[in-house]
């Protein structure tokens, strides 16, 4: 039996409007978490991911069904009984308090002896790589000393899952991105679980052993990053991790799980797919700029013919913007593995795109 550290079980939550009407946050959302994972919950502001994490913290009761934390029902628990802890984006310091009184404050409520939180504080601060900086104030530290020192408060009370609310969002993009990589490696460490709520894509990719995208309240996909960005099961959830092209066509045929489709104003592809579809049924072949091939012929696969509209260099990669016959446009992403600019695409240039069959996914919604 698997151990899951949270469980949503068809949960709502409503909350009243200005027009005297109800609004579902959070609807019928079921996610289970395991324990010890970094699990993210993934989508744009407004979708319902905050709303979750409140529910699981305490701070939100839900209107309908369960959350449990290792089996047990938390639901209509006050915050201050649950084995969780929260780090949020403002970390909350307090700044009149030294770094070891910050982090002590909660075992301080609990009346741990003095001599056991001074140990403890130092293991805290040894985990977080601050060793030494006992006596500093808030504003002596930089954001993301700041950000760690928030995690060691946490960490110290020895939750049974950490949830983090956007807990990066007032770093600049380097360091943000240097911490991405040390939160991780310190979730190992710890092996507690950790739930991260965020809104970019990337930071979920980059971290999460699962991530669920939400939209308006409900929970579209549930998977491991490469499931969610090779597999979206939606155009919503194909759209919002990463970049795609959609090119939209009818079902002309379908042949065990090889799927032709006539692409308006394009032509005729094959695409891969275990779903079953109907001739004439409305879809999008949704494919990633980097699983596109300018001007390489793929034989027996699908090469279409367009003219390119334009050419941006990225450094490391070029995007070429493709029209195609009918008006449709796809973006290419070549990685520039060469110095040699000469053969590259120019604006105006008649130009072939090719794709393997495998390479896109059939989306109707």
């Known amino acids: 039996m698997v151990d899951y550290a949270v469980e949503m ?16 946050a959070v609807n019928h959302v079921t996610i289970q978490i395991k324990d010890g994972e970094f699990f993210s919950l993934l989508g744009p502001s407004g979708c319902g991911k905050t709303t979750s994490l409140r529910m699981i913290a305490g701070f939100e009761m839900p209107t309908e069904g369960k959350i449990l934390i290792h089996g047990k029902d ?45 140990i403890r504080v130092s293991q805290a601060l040894d985990m977080v790589r601050l060793p030494g900086m006992e006596m500093r104030r808030p504003k002596q530290l930089s954001g993301g000393q700041q950000q760690r ?4 408060r946490a960490l110290i009370n020895k939750p049974e899952v950490l ?35 965020t809104h970019d894509q990337e930071e979920a990719l980059t971290m999460s052993d699962r991530i669920a995208v939400m939209s308006k ?20 959830v194909a759209d919002f991790i990463g970049e ?5 066509g009818v079902v002309k045929g379908q042949n065990g799980s090889m799927v032709e489709v006539e692409l308006d104003g394009i032509g005729t592809v ?73 053969e590259k695409a120019q604006t105006g240039d008649e130009v072939t795109v090719s794709f393997t069959r495998v390479s896109p996914r059939l989306l109707t919604e």
Not at 9 to 24: C, I, S
Not at 220 to 231: H, N
């Open 217 to 236: 309240g409900v929970a579209l996909q549930v998977g491991k990053p490469e499931e969610i960005y090779e597999r979206p099961a939606t155009r919503f």
């Open 149 to 152: 020192i928030a995690l060691a």
């Open 244 to 248: 795609t092209n959609f090119l939209n």
């Open 270 to 342: 094959h695409v891969e797919s275990t779903r079953a579809f109907t001739n004439g049924q409305q879809v999008s072949v949704a494919v990633r700029p980097e699983k596109l091939r300018l001007n390489g012929e793929i034989k027996g696969e699908n090469n279409l013919k367009g003219r390119v509209e334009e050419v941006i260099y990225i450094g490391t990669d070029t995007h070429y913007g493709v029209r195609f016959p009918g008006g449709q446009k796809a973006r290419v992403r070549e990685q520039n593995i060469t110095q040699d600019n000469e």
């Open 9 to 24: 079980q068809d949960v709502v939550k409503k909350f009243a409007t200005p027009e005297g009407g109800m609004l579902a």
């Open 163 to 197: 949830l983090l609310d956007e807990p990066l969002g007032a770093l600049d993009l380097k360091l943000r991105k240097e911490m991405q990589l040390e939160l991780k490696t310190l979730q190992r460490e710890v092996g507690i679980t950790f739930i991260y709520v």
């Open 74 to 118: 938390m639901s209509q628990v006050p915050a201050f009984q649950r084995p969780v802890n929260t780090v949020f984006q403002q970390y909350a310091l307090f700044p009149h308090m030294t770094v070891e009184q910050n982090i002590e404050f909660g075992l301080e409520m609990k009346g741990v002896p003095r001599s056991e939180r001074s």
